[in-house]
């Protein structure tokens, strides 16, 4: 399966995000506020202030600035669903175009390795696996962070 980009999923994004009540007027703001600030070359003052002007609906501005970014381009698109993430995540999370890519990812799994766990006490543990050295965040970006979980093994000429 060919892996979708960001300006895809938001063209898949984009009736779900301009549902009644999905998001805020105030988290609108914020996420215009963020591209403005932190990346101007995306959101330029002119085009923040038209897409916070108060005298046009939310659902107005809103179908406008996801319309702006499509257009924009990937890494616009991106940077949009980074911004969503960080003030609205419990939104971010139920997205269509999240939920399909979970989705996609749990039907490529090895059906085999369901339902075991990483531990040497457990008889069902992954083949090559001996211990956890440990699970801790690193910072990619100063918005991003991710987790690393790495395994030793008593062959480390196999990676």
Do not use: W
Not at 63 to 73: I, K, M, N, T
Not at 96 to 105: G, V
Not at 132 to 158: E, K, M, Q
Request: hydrophobic share 35%; proline share 5%; aromatic share 6%.
């Amino acid at each position: 399966m060919t892996e979708q980009t960001y300006c895809d999923r938001l063209v898949q994004d984009t009736p779900f995000l301009m549902g009644h009540g999905r998001l805020s007027e105030q988290q609108v703001d914020r996420i215009i506020l963020q591209l403005n600030r932190y990346y101007p070359q995306i959101l330029s003052n002119n085009d923040a202030e038209k897409f916070r002007n108060p005298k046009a609906s939310l659902r107005v501005r809103l179908c406008d600035l996801l319309g702006h970014l499509q257009r924009s381009g990937e890494r616009d698109c991106q940077e949009f669903y980074r911004a969503l993430y960080i003030h609205a995540q419990p939104l971010h999370s139920r997205l269509p175009s999240r939920l399909a890519l979970q989705n996609s990812d749990c039907t490529e799994l090895d059906s085999g390795t369901v339902g075991r766990e990483l531990s040497d006490r457990d008889p069902k543990v992954l083949p090559g696996t001996r211990r956890v050295l440990g699970f801790s965040p690193i910072i990619v970006d100063r918005h991003v962070s991710r987790f690393l979980l790495a395994f030793l093994t008593d062959d480390l000429g196999g990676l």
